[in-house]
Structure formats: structure tokens, C-alpha cells
């Protein structure tokens, strides 16, 4: 089923929700909303489920605009964070409830209940009551509610923000593994990236109501085309500087009080065409501790991840760096360290603007 | 629906599609405040019928001279009684039906020389029984239950809640046997083996026993909310103050009597509003004696007045007019009421929009 | 003992302090108890002076309102009695108390410096109520000369020389016959002594001799000392000391718990009693020629009496009350728990105005509109068929007011505990394909069972007691309701026997009590849910 979002504006009251959102969901697509908390994200996700009405603006399924539809014939699953099951039914009785409501026949209630359970693993708990299941366990019932009517939408309310970190790998897994298996239409909304960037074909990054963008998971990682996009995806964040750029000998520095570094000519030409101050931005793990290294800077801090460690490298007192080095380096706080910048991926964005300077 | 309308032109649907799509909309509106009007409709009719409509009635009938001698409950011929014709039958009217009288009721009340002493009547009732009772000794029974076993605690509310579940008659009686003469009072029988003088504590010290009577069952009211409030006081705060080293009298003085504001104000204010309003013990008890109008208070005035069939003579006008003070007064604590209450806090929009 | 102090128990100090205690001189305890002692008095007699301030003014204050207003009050004075009553004895236990640490360390010299305490503040007590002429040396109306009652009247055994009887010509041996002409024994006269105010005149009629004359003796103010009164105060007092040092802290409120029981605790004694008893003195059943004894089932025999003319039998009426009980909860549940959905989940024009008039009606005292309620069911009596149903004295016209009655209460308990639940449930039915009214009944309603259960219990307990309105709005029937037919039954013609109210009363009673019992926790739940927003 395809989804059209046109326009989309919801207002409560003088409050603005979401504003003048748009966007073309293909069918069979899984597409995830990306954006901070209190961003919209859900506002818009229950719109297409037809729990709020839309200010202005058009939601179409297929040709039919679905605005005026009532949620029960949009024929959508959806799963909420909190589960949302009905916690004086068995887990037969939650899942059988859609199926209850269109009137299928008893036996046939059956039948597609004990598929779907068996299909999430959960078919030996029909007959318990919700509060005797664990969360993950309650997260495959709330899944098999959504999928047992067979719904042309599926929809996701951050459904493993309640789940501890083990379990949520497990069911990340699953659920991206069930929707390509069953090729179902698929909004996901979650605050979580690496999430998004794990599950979705694409990625619709919401902020403040606004969308800011909408591309893959990987353009958005390297050709993030606003300053929020940038440093919104990806973990641990992008660093940001301030610099000049400047031209000598056919090759383009970056330059601030604390850096100078070469980027490559390509960027540096795009940067430069836009001319005096732009916001440079990279990665943590393009940034090596290294002798040979042109940046002075001292550790500020140090977060051991496990794999690696995070330092917060100050260079001036205006300018600091998160760098990824290697924990074996045994750095510690107020070590001096030598910095050596890999500015293949580097990015450039308007100070103004904030849009970015390689990638429209 | 203007801006249902925007929706239709800013997303392009133009022509009978756009048509369509407005009028399911309104449609879908429609339905979704009817259904919400069905789910109002049966508590709404009650409210109206038994709430409003008495109200306004209220205030119509305190300013005729309804009686028993001119009884009617014909209102619209009540108000052109001034007629001798019944327009409706085109027959000359024989008996005199109640009419308007203006204010003549209020003037009559104000006049009354009984009604300055009803009305301190009713104020000290009032402020002895709240003070010492509905809301003091509520107080005390709470914080005492919920500082000793658990299981007793509840044991002492569900004695406590007696008084309110007695048939008033039988509550009323058993009082009267505490402070009858000799040989049958209690009271009395504890004078004789302590070898005291009998004494009339009816004639006495009426207002101690409509006070101790009332009070009695007054108590559990805010005893229910008061323990409820500081049962719900978060475990950690108590703990704190615990390892604060602080004693039990400093806990509560500290901790939980700061926590009771909200209940305390609501015992209050929903309590002087009942007892404002509530006879029915002082006239099972009392009947507003020994003395002449000793006892007795406002509303039960304009219930002696107006329904009291024990008096031949029902005056409905007379006593409507001592009901509205009441229902003035009522009125006015219960928008106070709603304000001390954050009403704004209480009307979050709900998170649905479908039907 | 200080070493496992349960919870709920006062912080009693460490056994640190007792032994710091320990090395205190008694001399020093004895004088910080007395200390504590006379200050527990002195703030106790604080309260007591506001009262007695607070008496003119109870006194004086209707003068404001009008000539006619005027108030005979006791109750602040009796207050304020019972505090300068209690006050010496407060502070006796307070004086104990305050050797409560040196007593887990040495008991016989904690009892010991109590009992000196305690002593030495009767004492102290004793001169200041000597001084201000209050409680044993307090002055009452008397007419100064001793009387003992013989069968030929009362026998004037002495006068005190110089006393108002001696001055108005009473001798000993006139034997007193009447006042006035209202013959009287001794203890009518004591009583009309002690009611009558000093200066008021008494006439006695006396016999002296074979000659009957009347005395007018004014009423004097004397002081009476009693040596066995103080004798016994000072045993009361060193009671309490020693009784407060050994006294364990966990069952004070216990104590006090009973203490203010107390007139409940012998007025459902009495209850009790009166209901398996021929006849009831004070809290003794007696039987018809007076005697102890006289226990009898007769007044339960309603239980298993036939309906005689005006007289219906008790299992109508409680069947009549249970009907009316369980219909009255169930429309309130339905009605309130409908409108509290609509109110909490759904948006429509005017749903403030319908929240803020709910919430006006939860304040506003209901009883004010009886003679109001009263025309609307007349006339809802015009309306033909309807009327037979609803009208002014029927059935059905009762349970409506009453149930109008309860709305408020329940419409916003209703909408706060449907405010309690995520809205994720309704959202997620909504989607699976239910409608409005279905989530309400199958997925809502079975969500706030406990409030459902809370202002069901509520509901049935005011059906099950209701009296005002079926008495109000119901014409002589003893079929309303039992509160009613108790009403009745003391209103009857016949002789009424009491104790078989008082058995008609336990019986009505007994299945809310037990029912309260059971559901205590849930109907704490219905406050918390009513006055959801105030905390």
C-alpha cells in the first residue's frame, strides 16, 4: 500500500504539532521517523492511524484520501510503546480482538490467532493475562495483535524503548526480518538512530515539527544536506568548527585559531565558492591520535566505551573535539595528544543557514 | 469547516472529489458529537430535572404565598393567578390559587424575630462541629490509624464509619438513651454509681449533643480522605525524615500536616457546605428544642417551613424563601470551591479526535 | 527495648542517651520533669482562657445580630471544662514520661524520681487551684447545712452558724417536705440547688414540729473541701506517673483511639444490650419488675412476624431496600460512568461548561432543593403514563432523585479515573476496530473496575440507608425503605418499643457494616479518585 502524506499540518489549539509535512511512502516500504522527542513524529504517525484529524493537509493510501476515514476502516496494525494490550484479556482474547470485532467465524478466530502466535513465538501463552508476561513477551503479543487482521500499514509507536538492550537487538532483528517476509507498508517512529539507521529503507528525520529530511540511511550518514541532519545522526555526534577556508597552491585548508587542515579539492573548492566563515563538520572516528599528527589539543575528558574511548579533546578554549582512539593507547584526562584529521568525509554547512554546502 | 475547506484547496482536490470529501467531514463531526451528547444525555436529563430546574423553581416559588390553604403545583396558573379566569376552560376560578407576591416572603423573613437567632444558630453549629469534629478529631482518628498496625487501623475506621451507616433513627435513639434521666440513661446510671447528682443534660446542654451527635458522623468523612491523602504520602519521603532521626511528632509536623493542604481545604469547604445544609439529625434529635428555636438552624427552618407535615400548615413560599439563602450561599462556596481546585488543570484536551 | 524499635514506635532515644541519663542526678531529672510538667499545665490552661474568652463572646455576640438572638451555650464551656479537668492529669503522665530513657537503664530509680515528680506537681497544682478557687475548691451553690433523707422528708441534721439557712431560720431537725408546694426528695433537692445560680431564692416548705412553714433561702456560694477527694487525687497522680514511665510508646494511639471511642463504643453496647433485653437501665437489661435480668429474643421476633394491615413484613421491606439499593447502583454506575467517559475522553462544544458545572454540583449542598424536587415530581405526576412511574410518591420517582443526588459525586469520580487510564488502550482498540460505545464496555470499563466498585459499594450503602428523600417524597408507606419503616415504627400510635427498634436498627445495619469491612480499601480508592487534581 502506498502512502501519500501531502501538506500535513496538525495545530492543537495555537500550538503547532506538525506543520506542512510531505512525503511519498512506497508500497512494501519501511520508513522511519527519526527525530527528538516531542518533535511530531507521533503526532504525525497518529494521524495516518486516524486517531487525530488533520489541521490541513491530505493523507492518501493508495489513490483514496484516508482523511475522513475512521480508524477501524483503514485497515492499519499498529503496536504502541506501552503495548497498549488489554490487560483483562488472555493473550488469545488480545490478539483475537481485531479479528472478534470484524466478526470472523469462531474457528477461523482460532486458526489465525494460532498462526500468528506460533509465528512469534509465543503460541504456548495464549491463555495467560498480560501482566504474567515478560516485556519482550508482551511486545510479541502487542506485534501479533497488529499483524493478525492482516493490515495494510503497519505502524510502530517506539515499540522497544521499554525494552532492556539485549532484548531490543533481538526484536530489532525480528521485526525488520517479519516486514520484508510479509512486505507490509511500515511507519516506525523512534528517537533512537541507530535503530532507524538499522531498520529503515528510509529515513524521515522530524524536528519541531518539520521535516527535515527524508533519504536513505546511508545518504543521511554522508551526504547529510542540513546542520541538524548532521549532527542529529550518528553516535557519538559530528564535531562542529568554525572555519575559513582558504586557497594556496591549488590545494584548500580549513582554518580556525586552533586547526589547519587540508580537505580535499572538491569540498574545499564548494566551500570556498560560498566564501568567508562556514561550520566544518566531522566524525569522531575519522579523528586519529597520532605523533605525526598536525592538531595540538589536550584530553579533557575520557568516557571508555568498551571498544574504544571517547575523548573530549580541547584545542582552544572556544573549540573542542570528541575523538574515538583506541583504549590500548591508555590516554588520560589532561594528556596532551597530537591530532590527526582524516578530512576525506568532511562536511560543510552555511553558518546561516545551516544547509550544506556539498549536498542539495 | 473553513478549514476543512483550506485542507481540500491546499492539497489540490478540486471538483466533486473536494465536495465529497467536505461533506463526509462534516458528517464525521456531526456523528462524533452525538455520540458524545449519548453518552452525556441520561446523567444530563437527571442533572436538569433534579438539579436546575429546582433551582430556578426555587427562586419562583420564594416569591409567591404558596400554601397549604391555596395549593397548586399548577405553575403556569400560578402565574396569572391575578385572573379570575381560567383562560384555558373559560370557567370562572372558584378557589384562590397561590400567586406572586414579590418579596413580601424575604421582607417577612428578614423580619422574623426568630431569624437573627437561626442564623447564629447555624453559624455556631457550623463552626463547632467542623472545628472539633469533621475536621480536628478527623485529623487526630487518621494520623492515629495510620500509625499503628495496619490491620487495626482498619479496624478503627470501619468502627468509625458506624455512626454513618445507622439508621438515623436508631443513631438518634441511642443518643437519647446516653443522656436520658434516670433510671434508663447511661449517662445518668454512671452519675448515680459515681455518687453525682442526676443531671438533664437534654435540657441542659442541647448544643453539646446536636454538636457530639453530628460530629460523630461527621468524622468519617474526612477521616476517609485524611488517611487516604497519607497513605499516598511516597514511602522515601517518610524514610528520609526517618533517617533524618526526626520523632513522630516532628513527622507529621514537618512531613505529612504540609502534604494535607489540598485534602484539608477540600474537607473543609465540602464539609461547611454540608453541614450547612444537612437537619435531618437535629430533627430527629432536637426538632430545633428544648427552648424555643434553641437548636435550631437555617435549613431546617425552611424544611419545617415548607415540608414538615407535622405542622398542618405548609407554607412552600415562606420557607422557599429560607431555602434560597441556602442555595445563595451554596452556589457561591461551590465556585469558590471550583477555583481552589485548578478547574483548568482539570480540562486537558483529550488525545482522541475520532468518533 | 530502644534497641529494635519497631517503625511505627517514637523515636525513644539510643541507649546512649539512657546511660547519659544515667549520670544525671535525680535531683536535676526530678526538677526538669516538674518543669515539663507545669509547663504542659500552663499552655493546657492557655486553651482553657481562650474558651473561657471565647464564651462572652458566644454569650454576647448574637446581641449583634438582632435583639432576639440569643444563644444558651455549654459547649465551649464544656470544652473547656473537660481541658482544665484533664490538664493536671496530663501533665502527671508527662512527669513520667520524662524518666521513660533512665527506665530501661534503672527502672526502681526512674519509678522512684517520677513519683517524686509527680508529687511535688499535685502539690504545686493543688496550691494554684486553691488560689484561683477551681476544681476541688471550685465554689458551688449550696444552702450550708447537711440533709439526710428520712421516709417522713428531709431531716436538716446540721447548719453551719452564720450560713444562709441559719440566717433565713432553719434549724436542725426541720424536716424538709417540698419547695414550694412541689413535694421533693434529697437528691431532687440537691439537684435544684446545684441548677439554681448564687443569690436565686429557694422556698422550702418545712415541718418543724407539728407546724408547716416556708423558708425563702437564698442560694450561697461555698467552698467544700473534701479531704478524701485530695487523698485520692494524689493516689490518681502518682498512678499516672508511674503507669507513664513503664508505659510502652506503641500503644498510646491505641489508647487514645479508645479513648475517643468511647461514647460510640457504650452507644452500640447499649445497642446491643437494649436489642436481647425486656427493658434497658443505663447499660443494665432489667426486667419488668425492675430487676437485673429480663433477657429476651422477643425483640427480634420482626424477623419471623406476618404482615398485619399497616404493618408489612420485615423481608418486604428489606426486599424493598435491597431493590432499591442495587437499582440506585447500578443507574449510578451506568449514568456517572457514561457521562465521566464523554467528559474525560471525547471533545465536543461546551465540555468545560458541562466540567465546570460538575464540578459546582459536586460542591453544591443538594438538600436545599427538597421543596423544590418536590413541585418537579408533582408535576412529572401530570404527565400521563410517565408519571405513574416517576412521579411524586412512587418508586420509581424516589430512586431518580436519589440517583440525581449521587451524580455529581459520581460523574466526577467517574471522569478521574478514566483520566487514570494510558491512552494507548483506547487508541489501540480504535485501530483494532471497535467503536466508541465498544471500547467504552469492553475495553474502558473493565480498566477501572475498582472505581466502578468503589462508588458501587458507596452507592449501595446510601440506597440501602436512604431516609430523607423516600420520607420526604412518600406518603405514610412503611414499604420504602427500612430506614423509613424504623422512621415509622417510632412514629406509631401504639406504644412504641424501643428495643425492638433498636433490634430493627442492628438488623439494617449489620449487612453495610460487614459490606464496609470487606471493602474498606476500595472505598479509600473513591476519595483518592474524587479529590484527584486537589493533591
Not at chain 1, 526480518?177 to 522530524?206: F, N, P
Not at chain 2, 457561591?332 to 485548578?342: N, S
Not at chain 3, 524499635?5 to 526538677?31: K, N, W
Not at chain 3, 436512604?466 to 414499604?479: D, E, M, N, R, V
Request: charge should be neutral; include cysteine; glycine fraction near 8%.
Amino acid at each position: 500500500m502506498r502512502i501519500a502524506l501531502e501538506h500535513l499540518t496538525k495545530k492543537f489549539g495555537h500550538v503547532v504539532g506538525v506543520e506542512d509535512v510531505s512525503l511519498d511512502i512506497r508500497d512494501g516500504e519501511f520508513v522511519a521517523f527519526l527525530g527528538p522527542s516531542g518533535c511530531g513524529k507521533t503526532t504525525t504517525l497518529l494521524m495516518v492511524a486516524g486517531i487525530y484529524r488533520p489541521t490541513a493537509g491530505i493523507i492518501r493510501f493508495g489513490d483514496r484520501v484516508m482523511n475522513q476515514v475512521a480508524p477501524k476502516d483503514r485497515n492499519i496494525g499498529m503496536v504502541f510503546q506501552s503495548y497498549a494490550l488489554y490487560p483483562h484479556m488472555t493473550v488469545f482474547g488480545n490478539i483475537a480482538y481485531p479479528l472478534k470485532l470484524k466478526k470472523v467465524p469462531k474457528q477461523e478466530q482460532i486458526a489465525r490467532v494460532q498462526a500468528v502466535a506460533d509465528k512469534m513465538g509465543i503460541g504456548d501463552l495464549l491463555d495467560r493475562r498480560p501482566g504474567q508476561l515478560s516485556g519482550g513477551q508482551q511486545q510479541r503479543v502487542a506485534l501479533g495483535r497488529a499483524l493478525v487482521k492482516q493490515p495494510d500499514v503497519l505502524l510502530f509507536d517506539e515499540p522497544l524503548s521499554n525494552l532492556d538492550a539485549r532484548l531490543r537487538l533481538v526484536m530489532r532483528a525480528e521485526i525488520k526480518h517479519l516486514q520484508k517476509e510479509l512486505g507490509i507498508t511500515s511507519i516506525y517512529v523512534t528517537h533512537d538512530q541507530v535503530e532507524a539507521m538499522t531498520m529503515a529503507d528510509r529515513i524521515a528525520v522530524i524536528q519541531n515539527g518539520r521535516l527535515q529530511a527524508f533519504d536513505t540511511p546511508d545518504d543521511l550518514y554522508d551526504r547529510p544536506k542540513t546542520l541538524f541532519i548532521a549532527g542529529f545522526v550518528g553516535n557519538p555526534p559530528m564535531n562542529f568548527v568554525d572555519v575559513e577556508i582558504e586557497q594556496a597552491n591549488g590545494a584548500y585548508y580549513a582554518v580556525s585559531p586552533a586547526l589547519r587542515v587540508e580537505v580535499p579539492p572538491d569540498r574545499g573548492a564548494a566551500a570556498a565558492a560560498h566564501g568567508g566563515r562556514v561550520v566544518m563538520g566531522i566524525r569522531p572516528e575519522d579523528i586519529t591520535i597520532d605523533p605525526t599528527g598536525a592538531v595540538r589539543g589536550r584530553v579533557f575528558v575520557v568516557e571508555p566505551l568498551g571498544r574504544d574511548d571517547l575523548l573530549d579533546v580541547e584545542l582552544d578554549a572556544h573549540t573542542r573535539l570528541h575523538v574515538l582512539a583506541d583504549p590500548k593507547l591508555k590516554v588520560g584526562a589532561g594528556d596532551p595528544v597530537l591530532l590527526k584529521l582524516d578530512t576525506q568525509k568532511v562536511q560543510f554547512f552555511d553558518a546561516a543557514t545551516e544547509r550544506s554546502l556539498l549536498w542539495q | 469547516m473553513a478549514n476543512q475547506r483550506s485542507v481540500v484547496q491546499d492539497a489540490g482536490l478540486a471538483g466533486e472529489q473536494g465536495t465529497a470529501v467536505l461533506a463526509r467531514s462534516r458528517r464525521r463531526t456531526l456523528r462524533a458529537q452525538l455520540t458524545a451528547y449519548g453518552f452525556l444525555a441520561p446523567a444530563g436529563i437527571l442533572v436538569i430535572l433534579f438539579f436546575f430546574i429546582p433551582m430556578l423553581l426555587i427562586l419562583f416559588l420564594s416569591i409567591t404565598n404558596l400554601s397549604t390553604t391555596n395549593f397548586t403545583t399548577d405553575i403556569v396558573r400560578m402565574l396569572r393567578s391575578d385572573l379570575d379566569i381560567d383562560l384555558v376552560s373559560f370557567r370562572f376560578v372558584t378557589d384562590q390559587p397561590a400567586y406572586i407576591v414579590g418579596f413580601d416572603n424575604f421582607e417577612r423573613m428578614f423580619r422574623d424575630e426568630f431569624a437573627p437567632k437561626i442564623l447564629f444558630n447555624t453559624l455556631f453549629y457550623v463552626f463547632c462541629t467542623l472545628a472539633f469534629f469533621n475536621v480536628g478529631l478527623a485529623l487526630v482518628i487518621s494520623l492515629l490509624t495510620t500509625h499503628i498496625d495496619r490491620r487495626a487501623g482498619f479496624f478503627f475506621r470501619a468502627l468509625w464509619i458506624l455512626p454513618r451507616i445507622t439508621s438515623p433513627a436508631v443513631y438518634v435513639l441511642m443518643w437519647r438513651r446516653i443522656i436520658a434521666a434516670a433510671p434508663f440513661g447511661i449517662l445518668n446510671q454512671f452519675n448515680e454509681l459515681a455518687g453525682r447528682s442526676e443531671v438533664n443534660y437534654y435540657q441542659d446542654h442541647p448544643w453539646v449533643f446536636v454538636i457530639l451527635v453530628n460530629g460523630f458522623i461527621g468524622a468519617s468523612f474526612g477521616m476517609i480522605i485524611f488517611t487516604s491523602a497519607i497513605e499516598s504520602i511516597p514511602k522515601d519521603l517518610l524514610n528520609a525524615s526517618l533517617v533524618d532521626g526526626s520523632s513522630v511528632f516532628q513527622r507529621i509536623r514537618y512531613v505529612i500536616l504540609p502534604l494535607l493542604r489540598w485534602p484539608l481545604l477540600f474537607v473543609v469547604t465540602y464539609q461547611t457546605l454540608s453541614l450547612l445544609t444537612s437537619f435531618e439529625y437535629i430533627l430527629l434529635l432536637t426538632g430545633g428544642g428544648p427552648g424555643l428555636y434553641q437548636t435550631e438552624v437555617w435549613s431546617l427552618t425552611a424544611y419545617n417551613r415548607a415540608l414538615n407535615t407535622y405542622f398542618a400548615n405548609a407554607q412552600w413560599g415562606y420557607g422557599s424563601a429560607f431555602a434560597v439563602v441556602l442555595v445563595i450561599i451554596g452556589v457561591v462556596m461551590a465556585i469558590v470551591y471550583m477555583r481552589a481546585f485548578r478547574f483548568n488543570e482539570l480540562v486537558a484536551e483529550p488525545k482522541i479526535e475520532v468518533l | 527495648m530502644a534497641t529494635a524499635t519497631p517503625q511505627h514506635e517514637p523515636y525513644m532515644g539510643s541507649p546512649a542517651d539512657d546511660l547519659a541519663f544515667e549520670r544525671i542526678s535525680t535531683g536535676e531529672l526530678v526538677f526538669q520533669a516538674v518543669y515539663s510538667a507545669l509547663v504542659t499545665v500552663m499552655l493546657l490552661e492557655i486553651g482553657v482562657i481562650v474558651f473561657r474568652v471565647l464564651e462572652p463572646l458566644v454569650h454576647h455576640a448574637p446581641a449583634l445580630f438582632g435583639s432576639g438572638a440569643t444563644i444558651d451555650e455549654t459547649f465551649t464551656r464544656t470544652i473547656g471544662n473537660a481541658l482544665m479537668t484533664l490538664a493536671p492529669f496530663l501533665a502527671y503522665a508527662v512527669a513520667g514520661h520524662k524518666m521513660k530513657p533512665l527506665a530501661s537503664v534503672n527502672r526502681a530509680r526512674a519509678l522512684g524520681a517520677a513519683l517524686a515528680a509527680a508529687a511535688i506537681v499535685f502539690v504545686l497544682v493543688t496550691m494554684g487551684q486553691y488560689v484561683f478557687r477551681i476544681g476541688p475548691f471550685a465554689e458551688r451553690p449550696s444552702l450550708e447545712m447537711t440533709l439526710r433523707q428520712t421516709d417522713a422528708g428531709i431531716l436538716v441534721e446540721e447548719v453551719v452558724s452564720g450560713g444562709t439557712a441559719d440566717r433565713a431560720g432553719i434549724r436542725p431537725g426541720d424536716r424538709i417536705t417540698a419547695i414550694r408546694r412541689v413535694e421533693v426528695t434529697l437528691a431532687e433537692l440537691n439537684t435544684a440547688v446545684r441548677q439554681s445560680k448564687v443569690g436565686d431564692v429557694i422556698r422550702l416548705r418545712v415541718e418543724r414540729g407539728d407546724e408547716e412553714e416556708q423558708f425563702p433561702v437564698e442560694v450561697a456560694a461555698t467552698m467544700e473541701i473534701r479531704p478524701a477527694a485530695l487523698v485520692a487525687g494524689l493516689v490518681i497522680a502518682l498512678l499516672f506517673a508511674a503507669v507513664a514511665v513503664f508505659w510502652p510508646g506503641g500503644w498510646t494511639p491505641y489508647a487514645l483511639l479508645i479513648a475517643i471511642m468511647l461514647p460510640l463504643a457504650v452507644g452500640y453496647l447499649w445497642l446491643i444490650i437494649a436489642t436481647f433485653s425486656f427493658r434497658t437501665e443505663g447499660l443494665l437489661p432489667v426486667n419488668a419488675q425492675g430487676e437485673v435480668g429480663g433477657l429476651t429474643l422477643r425483640n427480634w421476633e420482626f424477623l419471623w412476624r406476618e404482615a398485619t394491615g399497616s404493618n408489612p413484613s420485615i423481608w418486604r421491606v428489606t426486599l424493598n431496600t435491597l431493590v432499591i439499593a442495587t437499582a440506585m447502583m447500578a443507574i449510578v454506575l451506568l449514568v456517572s460512568s457514561m457521562a465521566g467517559y464523554a467528559l474525560s475522553r471525547m471533545n465536543f462544544p461546551g465540555r468545560r461548561t458541562f466540567l465546570s458545572l460538575t464540578l459546582i454540583l459536586h460542591g453544591f449542598p443538594a438538600v436545599t432543593l427538597l421543596i423544590a424536587i418536590f413541585f418537579v415530581l408533582r408535576n412529572i405526576g401530570n404527565i400521563p403514563v410517565l408519571g405513574d412511574y416517576f412521579g411524586f410518591n412512587t418508586r420509581g420517582g424516589i430512586a431518580l432523585v436519589m440517583v440525581a443526588f449521587e451524580l455529581p459525586l459520581g460523574v466526577w469520580l467517574m471522569k478521574g479515573f478514566f483520566d487514570g487510564i494510558p491512552w494507548d488502550i483506547e487508541r489501540s482498540a480504535l485501530i483494532d476496530g471497535a467503536s466508541r460505545w465498544r471500547t467504552f464496555y469492553e475495553i474502558l470499563l473493565p480498566q477501572i473496575r475498582p472505581g466502578l466498585l468503589a462508588l458501587g459499594i458507596f452507592a449501595f450503602i446510601s440506597g440501602w440507608g436512604a431516609y430523607l428523600i423516600p420520607q420526604t417524597y412518600s406518603i405514610g408507606t412503611k414499604t420504602a425503605t427500612l430506614a423509613v419503616y424504623i422512621n415509622q415504627l417510632t412514629s406509631d400510635t401504639a406504644p412504641v418499643n424501643w428495643n425492638e427498634i433498636a433490634a430493627v436498627g442492628l438488623f439494617q445495619m449489620l449487612p453495610v457494616f460487614l459490606l464496609f469491612i470487606f471493602a474498606q480499601e476500595y472505598l479509600l480508592n473513591i476519595y483518592a479518585g474524587g479529590t484527584k487534581g486537589s493533591s
